[in-house]
């Protein structure tokens, strides 16, 4: 704004208030949108008391909102109460489509996530490897990225695009400082695919279990929680943090590494450069290694495991105990640190949650501090693996959620038009 708004003919004062009453409406909308979008049908007496704001403004903003086909309205049921039931408001899941991407070690995946959190369309495909360049996992997800959005009455306007990766990302610009588990060290990914994909909204892409923390926040395990450790496993881990309804991030969006603290000094050797990291003992290669499979064996592996530990086999049964120890053993650390009302295991971690969940809880007694354990629960991520993708979405609507005027305005205009 600056001094711009001074320098015209206009009265000042008015000036301000028009910018101020914009700014209002613009809040307004997001805080309406928002609550829709997170909490689902509501009916308009529900808008006005989770908002705060009058009657007469939700019944202005959701009619904002409903001209552009973002909600609509219908009457709800008579339930026996006297005097007419206030119109139950729903989001359009059409109305508004983020496109989500995950780039995990042996997969990866896209889903289309229509306003209001419906999954309208999900892929995960395996990948060897040796596939994980930075090249070869572009175009495989520009292909992802196609077919997703090919498929028959899903042209949906598109108001962002989200990827999650399993590496140490910088929010500023999407860019990869390091994925020790791909074997990637600063890729502008975020650059690379708003250049391959060339998508007509913002591309934002986060950490995997950051996203993983926001997904369970929303639409999982932890709705209504504000202090959730969110532990996401596959060959390595990571940790997503979310104290006081905030996530901990650190200064540059690098915190949360929780699969890389030392836990063992005389351990194995990490992907990191380190040894003895705790992923190296609680990751999926750790446990198919106990095992007594080749390291490599991806989720065919744990599954064998699975299968072999209902069976009653010994080896798996103690690989598996032995996974939940250390998990224990980090888990105390962390309750200590961060005092979570919810730790949510995601990923593999989430597959073997059954089996590990004894030694986890005895090793928190043995090591956890009182006060903070007691208040304590370890559960597995109700989205599964893919939580980190649904978490995607969520960062790709972030945009319009936080500001739905601009969306509001350009289809506004294009009615009118359209009407003229
Ligand atoms: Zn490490």
């Excluded at 739905?404 to 289809?411: F, I, L, M, S, T």
Aim: with cysteine; net charge neutral.
């Amino acid at each position: 704004m600056g001094l711009e708004g001074t320098s015209t003919n206009r009265p000042v004062r008015a000036v301000v208030l028009g910018q101020r009453s914009e700014t209002v409406r613009r809040s307004n909308l997001s805080a309406v949108l928002r609550a829709l979008h997170e909490r689902g049908p509501q009916s308009r007496s529900e808008l006005v008391t989770g908002t705060g704001l009058t009657r007469s403004a939700i019944r202005s903003l959701v009619g904002e909102l409903a001209l552009v086909g973002l909600v609509t309205e219908a009457r709800a049921e008579a339930r026996g109460r006297p005097g007419r039931p206030s119109p139950v408001v729903r989001p359009v899941p059409d109305g508004a489509v983020a496109l989500a991407l995950e780039i995990a070690v042996d997969s990866l995946a896209v889903a289309l996530v229509g306003l209001g959190g419906d999954v309208l369309f999900l892929e995960r495909v395996d990948r060897s490897r040796d596939r994980a360049s930075v090249e070869a996992t572009i175009e495989a997800l520009v292909d992802l990225a196609g077919s997703a959005r090919e498929v028959p009455g899903r042209a949906d306007p598109l108001v962002g695009v989200g990827v999650a990766v399993v590496g140490v990302v910088r929010r500023a610009d999407g860019s990869v400082a390091m994925a020790p588990n791909l074997g990637w060290k600063d890729v502008p990914l975020g650059a690379l695919l708003a250049t391959a994909l060339a998508p007509t909204a913002p591309i934002a892409v986060a950490n995997e279990a950051d996203l993983g923390a926001l997904a369970e926040l929303r639409r999982g395990a932890a709705i209504g929680r504000d202090d959730i450790l969110f532990v996401s496993g596959e060959v390595g881990v990571g940790g997503g943090l979310i104290t006081g309804g905030r996530p901990l991030t650190g200064a540059a969006g690098y915190g949360g590494e929780i699969g890389h603290i030392p836990v063992r000094p005389d351990g194995r050797p990490c992907r990191c450069g380190s040894n003895g990291c705790w992923e190296t003992e609680v990751g999926e290669e750790a446990l198919l290694l106990r095992a007594g499979l080749p390291s490599d064996g991806g989720r065919a592996g744990v599954e064998t495991v699975m299968h072999a530990a209902a069976d009653g086999d010994t080896r798996a049964l103690e690989a598996l105990a032995d996974v939940g120890r250390w998990l224990g053993i980090g888990l105390a650390g962390l309750v200590n640190v961060l005092d979570p009302r919810l730790v949510v295991l995601g990923g593999r971690l989430a597959r073997i949650h059954p089996f590990v969940i004894g030694p986890v809880e005895s090793e928190l007694r043995r090591r956890a501090l009182p006060a903070a354990r007691a208040l304590v629960s370890v559960v597995p991520a109700r989205l599964g693996a893919d939580a980190p993708l649904i978490g995607a979405a969520e960062l790709a609507f972030e945009p319009l959620l936080a500001d739905p005027v601009a969306v509001v305005a350009e289809r506004g205009s294009a009615l009118i038009e359209a009407s003229a």
